[in-house]
C-alpha cells in the first residue's frame, strides 16, 4: 500500500527512482508520482493511473538530476486523480512532499493552515505536511520537519525535498515502513527492500518516530526532539534477489509463485526440522518445558490469507495438543477488549510484517503482559521487531497481491510449531509426533503432484466457472482450505466466492442454489468423507454443478461429481496444501480467461500499511 523511493547520489536519479517504483507496484497503487531537483530548480511529475503514464510524460520531458523522490499512491484520502497523486508541494514550491499513511488530525491543521491564508488545491491529508514543512521553514530543512512532526498525529512514513537545499532528503517514520539503504556515495530511502535489492544490500529499518537526514556522503538519524539516534546496519536477506522479484519465463507473479511453493516450503522448514523423529528448533523462539505448562491460551491474529493459515493453525493445535487457540481476525482482535495477558501466547501471523491492524494487535497483547511470537516473511519488518519471538517463512519475496506460497510455508511453520510445542508438553500422542512429521515432511511433494496437474485443472475452469457467484464447502481442515480458496477466487478474478462449512448449508445458503450453480467441494479428511458425499449429493439435487478436489481415497466420491481432481494420497494433515493449490491455480486461470489483472486485482494493496 503506497510505494516510497528516494535517491540521491551521483548517478541519473530519476532513472532509479522509475525502476524503484516499478519494483514497488505490488504493494498497490492507483496515482503515481516524483520530485527531484535539477539544476537548484524543484520539479515535479505526477499522474492517476499506471506507471507508464509516468515514463512517458518523463520521456517527453526528462528531468536531469542525481536527487530525487517517487510515488505509487493508493487513495485513502480523496480519489485518485492527477491533484490527489504525491508529490505534494508547497504553495510556493519550495518543499516537496511524499507519504505513506494517514495524518489524522489532518482537517484541524489545514483549518488552521487556511485561516491563515493557505491555498490548498488537493483533497489529501498530505497536502497540510507540505503546507506545514513550509510554515517551519527557515532555512534548516530537518528543523522544520522535525517541528511539523510534533503537531502531526497519524502513520506516517515520509520523504521530503526543499528546493533551497539540494543536498538533502528528509524522510520520517511513524507506524508505516521506511528503510534507508547505504551505498557509495549514495543513498536510498525506501517502503520495503524490493525496490533497492539492485542496488545495495546494506539497508537500515527505520523506527517508530525517526528522522533521517540522508545526504549522498551520509545518513544521520535523529528522535523527533532532534537529539542523535544510532544507526545500526542490517542486510537485505539473500533470496531477496534481483532474480526473485523477476517474472523470469512466467508470464505472471502469481503463476510463477505458485510454482515456487514446493521449494518455499522446503525452505521454511530448513535448519528447522531435525529428522524424521519430529524435533524441532527455531533460531529465534523457544519456550522451556515451564513457560509452555503455564500457558493458558493461544490467540493467533492476522488478516486474509494469513488468517486463513491462521485458523488451520487453531485446528492444528487444538487437534494435537488440545489446547485452546483461537484464531482472530486482527481488526476485530484491537477493538475487542481482548482477553490476553500473562499466560497467553499471541501469534501474530503475516508475510509482508507490515499489516497495522496485525502489528497493533500484537502491540496490544504484548501490553497487556502476552508472550508474542510473530510468523513472518519479512526479516526486520515491523511485526518482527515489535514481537518477542521471531520465526521466519523464507518464502522469498512474493509479489503477486495474491498470497500462495506465503500462505504454504506459514501452514508450514504451523506443523513444526505444533511438533515444538509437542515437545514441551511431553503428552503430545507419538501418533501426532508421526503425523505432523510427515505433514510436514510431505507438503512440498504432495504440492508438486498437484502442480503436475496443472492442464487439467485450467480445463476445469471452463465447465465451472461461468456463474458470477460460487461455494466452497468442507468440513474441518477443509473448510479451512475453503475460505482461503474462495478469498483467493473473488480478489482475482471478482466472482462472488463464498466458503460455508458443508454442514451449514442447509442453515440458509443452500437457498441459493439453482440450476448450475457452481460448488467446490473438498473431501480429503478420510472419517468426514461420508459427510463430504451426503453435502454434494444435498446441492447436486439442487441443481449445482459440483468440482471435487479429492484425496485418491475418495475416489467413490468423485463419481457423484461432474468434474474432480483428484490431489494423491499423503498424510491427513498435509493434504490442506495441494488442496490450496489446487484452488490457486482455479482461481489463476479463471481470473486470466476473464481478462483480469491477475497480479495486481483492483482496489487491492499487497501491503496493509493502514486501518
Ligand atoms: C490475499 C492476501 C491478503 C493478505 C493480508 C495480510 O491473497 O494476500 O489477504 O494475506 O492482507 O497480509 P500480510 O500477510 O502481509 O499481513
Same mark, same amino acid.
Given at each position: 500500500?503506497?510505494?516510497?523511493?528516494?535517491?540521491?547520489?551521483?548517478?541519473?536519479?530519476?532513472?532509479?527512482?522509475?525502476?524503484?517504483?516499478?519494483?514497488?507496484?505490488?504493494?498497490?497503487?492507483?496515482?503515481?508520482?516524483?520530485?527531484?531537483?535539477?539544476?537548484?530548480?524543484?520539479?515535479?511529475?505526477?499522474?492517476?493511473?499506471?506507471?507508464?503514464?509516468?515514463?512517458?510524460?518523463?520521456?517527453?520531458?526528462?528531468?536531469?538530476?542525481?536527487?530525487?523522490?517517487?510515488?505509487?499512491?493508493?487513495?485513502?484520502?480523496?480519489?485518485?486523480?492527477?491533484?490527489?497523486?504525491?508529490?505534494?508541494?508547497?504553495?510556493?514550491?519550495?518543499?516537496?512532499?511524499?507519504?505513506?499513511?494517514?495524518?489524522?488530525?489532518?482537517?484541524?491543521?489545514?483549518?488552521?493552515?487556511?485561516?491563515?491564508?493557505?491555498?490548498?488545491?488537493?483533497?489529501?491529508?498530505?497536502?497540510?505536511?507540505?503546507?506545514?514543512?513550509?510554515?517551519?521553514?527557515?532555512?534548516?530543512?530537518?528543523?522544520?520537519?522535525?517541528?511539523?512532526?510534533?503537531?502531526?498525529?497519524?502513520?506516517?512514513?515520509?520523504?521530503?525535498?526543499?528546493?533551497?537545499?539540494?543536498?538533502?532528503?528528509?524522510?520520517?517514520?511513524?507506524?508505516?515502513?521506511?528503510?534507508?539503504?547505504?551505498?557509495?556515495?549514495?543513498?536510498?530511502?525506501?517502503?520495503?527492500?524490493? =525496490?533497492?535489492? $539492485?542496488?545495495?544490500? +546494506?539497508?537500515? *529499518?527505520?523506527?517508530?518516530?525517526?528522522?533521517?537526514? /540522508?545526504? #549522498?556522503? %551520509?545518513?544521520?538519524?535523529?528522535?523527533?526532539?532532534?537529539?542523535?539516534?544510532?544507526?545500526?546496519?542490517?542486510?537485505?536477506?539473500?533470496?531477496?534477489?534481483?532474480?526473485?522479484?523477476?517474472?523470469?519465463?512466467?508470464?505472471?507473479?502469481?503463476?510463477?509463485?505458485?510454482?515456487?511453493?514446493?521449494?518455499?516450503?522446503?525452505?521454511?522448514?530448513?535448519?528447522?526440522?531435525?529428522?524424521?523423529?519430529?524435533?524441532?528448533?527455531?533460531?529465534?523462539?523457544?519456550?522451556?518445558?515451564?513457560?509452555?505448562?503455564?500457558?493458558?491460551?493461544?490467540?493467533?491474529?492476522?488478516?486474509?490469507?494469513?488468517?486463513?493459515?491462521?485458523?488451520?493453525?487453531?485446528?492444528?493445535?487444538?487437534?494435537?495438543?488440545?489446547?485452546?487457540?483461537? =484464531?482472530?481476525? $486482527?481488526?476485530?482482535? +484491537?477493538?475487542? *477488549?481482548?482477553?490476553?495477558?500473562?499466560?497467553?501466547? /499471541?501469534? #501474530?501471523? %503475516?508475510?509482508?510484517?507490515?499489516?497495522?491492524?496485525?502489528?497493533?494487535?500484537?502491540?496490544?497483547?504484548?501490553?497487556?503482559?502476552?508472550?508474542?511470537?510473530?510468523?513472518?516473511?519479512?526479516?526486520?519488518?515491523?511485526?518482527?521487531?515489535?514481537?518477542?519471538?521471531?520465526?521466519?517463512?523464507?518464502?522469498?519475496?512474493?509479489?503477486?497481491?495474491?498470497?500462495?506460497?506465503?500462505?504454504?510455508?506459514?501452514?508450514?511453520?504451523?506443523?513444526?510449531?505444533?511438533?515444538?510445542?509437542?515437545?514441551?508438553?511431553?503428552?503430545?500422542?507419538?501418533?501426532?509426533?508421526?503425523?505432523?512429521?510427515?505433514?510436514?515432511?510431505?507438503?512440498?511433494?504432495?504440492?508438486?503432484?498437484?502442480?503436475?496437474?496443472?492442464?487439467?485443472?485450467?480445463?476445469?475452469?471452463?465447465?465451472?466457472?461461468?456463474?458470477?457467484?460460487?461455494?466452497?464447502?468442507?468440513?474441518?481442515?477443509?473448510?479451512?482450505? %475453503?475460505?482461503?480458496?474462495?478469498?483467493?477466487?473473488?480478489?482475482?478474478?471478482?466472482?462472488?466466492?463464498?466458503?460455508?462449512?458443508?454442514?451449514?448449508?442447509?442453515?440458509?445458503?443452500?437457498?441459493?442454489?439453482?440450476?448450475?450453480?457452481?460448488?467446490?467441494?473438498?473431501?480429503?479428511?478420510?472419517?468426514?468423507?461420508?459427510?463430504?458425499?451426503?453435502?454434494?449429493?444435498?446441492?447436486?439435487?439442487?441443481?449445482?454443478?459440483?468440482?471435487?478436489?479429492?484425496?485418491?481415497?475418495?475416489?467413490?466420491?468423485?463419481?457423484?461429481?461432474?468434474?474432480?481432481?483428484?490431489?494423491?494420497?499423503?498424510?491427513?494433515?498435509?493434504?490442506?496444501?495441494?488442496?490450496?493449490?489446487?484452488?490457486?491455480?482455479?482461481?489463476?486461470?479463471?481470473?486470466?480467461?476473464?481478462?483480469?489483472?491477475?497480479?495486481?486485482?483492483?482496489?487491492?494493496?499487497?501491503?496493509?500499511?493502514?486501518?
Amino acid at each position: 500500500m503506497c510505494g516510497i523511493i528516494g535517491y540521491i547520489g551521483y548517478r541519473e536519479a530519476v532513472k532509479i527512482i522509475l525502476d524503484g517504483l516499478e519494483c514497488l507496484e505490488y504493494r498497490g497503487y492507483d496515482s503515481t508520482g516524483l520530485a527531484a531537483i535539477e539544476n537548484g530548480k524543484l520539479l515535479y511529475r505526477k499522474n492517476v493511473g499506471r506507471l507508464s503514464v509516468l515514463k512517458d510524460s518523463i520521456d517527453k520531458d526528462p528531468i536531469t538530476a542525481n536527487i530525487g523522490i517517487g510515488h505509487n499512491r493508493w487513495a485513502t484520502h480523496g480519489k485518485p486523480s492527477d491533484i490527489n497523486a504525491h508529490p505534494h508541494l508547497s504553495s510556493d514550491g519550495l518543499i516537496s512532499v511524499i507519504h505513506n499513511g494517514i495524518i489524522e488530525n489532518y482537517l484541524e491543521l489545514k483549518a488552521a493552515l487556511e485561516a491563515k491564508g493557505v491555498e490548498f488545491v488537493s483533497e489529501t491529508d498530505t497536502e497540510v505536511v507540505a503546507h506545514l514543512i513550509r510554515e517551519k521553514y527557515k532555512g534548516d530543512l530537518l528543523s522544520a520537519v522535525s517541528e511539523a512532526l510534533s503537531e502531526i498525529r497519524g502513520a506516517y512514513a515520509l520523504c521530503v525535498l526543499c528546493e533551497s537545499e539540494p543536498g538533502r532528503i528528509i524522510a520520517a517514520k511513524l507506524a508505516s515502513p521506511l528503510i534507508i539503504g547505504f551505498g557509495d556515495a549514495e543513498n536510498f530511502v525506501a517502503s520495503d527492500s524490493t =525496490a533497492l535489492a $539492485a542496488h545495495t544490500r +546494506r539497508i537500515c *529499518n527505520l523506527n517508530d518516530r525517526v528522522i533521517a537526514d /540522508v545526504t #549522498a556522503e %551520509s545518513v544521520h538519524l535523529y528522535d523527533l526532539d532532534l537529539k542523535p539516534l544510532e544507526l545500526v546496519e542490517e542486510h537485505i536477506p539473500d533470496e531477496w534477489t534481483q532474480e526473485a522479484v523477476a517474472l523470469g519465463e512466467y508470464s505472471h507473479f502469481m503463476l510463477k509463485e505458485i510454482h515456487e511453493q514446493p521449494q518455499a516450503i522446503r525452505n521454511a522448514a530448513m535448519g528447522k526440522l531435525g529428522s524424521k523423529d519430529g524435533s524441532v528448533a527455531f533460531d529465534g523462539f523457544s519456550f522451556t518445558k515451564e513457560e509452555y505448562k503455564k500457558l493458558k491460551r493461544i490467540d493467533i491474529v492476522a488478516c486474509g490469507t494469513a488468517y486463513f493459515a491462521g485458523v488451520f493453525g487453531k485446528y492444528l493445535i487444538e487437534k494435537h495438543l488440545r489446547i485452546p487457540v483461537e =484464531a482472530c481476525i $486482527a481488526s476485530e482482535f +484491537r477493538y475487542k *477488549n481482548p482477553i490476553v495477558g500473562e499466560g497467553s501466547l /499471541v501469534i #501474530a501471523i %503475516s508475510q509482508s510484517g507490515e499489516t497495522m491492524d496485525t502489528l497493533e494487535s500484537l502491540k496490544l497483547a504484548k501490553a497487556r503482559g502476552a508472550k508474542t511470537l510473530a510468523i513472518t516473511n519479512v526479516l526486520g519488518s515491523q511485526i518482527d521487531r515489535a514481537a518477542d519471538y521471531r520465526i521466519y517463512t523464507m518464502a522469498g519475496p512474493e509479489i503477486a497481491v495474491a498470497s500462495t506460497k506465503a500462505y504454504s510455508t506459514q501452514v508450514e511453520i504451523l506443523y513444526l510449531l505444533a511438533l515444538y510445542f509437542g515437545s514441551l508438553s511431553e503428552s503430545m500422542p507419538a501418533e501426532s509426533v508421526e503425523a505432523l512429521t510427515n505433514a510436514a515432511m510431505q507438503a512440498p511433494d504432495a504440492v508438486s503432484y498437484v502442480l503436475g496437474q496443472e492442464k487439467a485443472i485450467e480445463q476445469a475452469t471452463e465447465e465451472i466457472f461461468k456463474s458470477s457467484r460460487m461455494f466452497f464447502i468442507g468440513r474441518g481442515a477443509d473448510y479451512c482450505a %475453503s475460505l482461503e480458496g474462495a478469498l483467493k477466487l473473488k480478489e482475482i478474478s471478482y466472482i462472488h466466492a463464498e466458503a460455508y462449512p458443508s454442514g451449514e448449508l442447509k442453515h440458509g445458503p443452500i437457498a441459493l442454489i439453482e440450476e448450475g450453480t457452481p460448488i467446490v467441494a473438498l473431501a480429503t479428511q478420510p472419517e468426514l468423507y461420508d459427510k463430504a458425499l451426503s453435502n454434494i449429493k444435498e446441492v447436486k439435487a439442487r441443481g449445482a454443478k459440483v468440482l471435487l478436489i479429492a484425496r485418491d481415497s475418495a475416489a467413490y466420491i468423485a463419481r457423484e461429481a461432474d468434474i474432480s481432481i483428484m490431489i494423491g494420497e499423503m498424510e491427513d494433515d498435509a493434504a490442506i496444501l495441494p488442496a490450496v493449490c489446487v484452488m490457486q491455480l482455479l482461481s489463476y486461470y479463471t481470473a486470466l480467461k476473464l481478462g483480469r489483472d491477475v497480479d495486481k486485482p483492483r482496489n487491492l494493496a499487497k501491503s496493509v500499511t493502514v486501518e
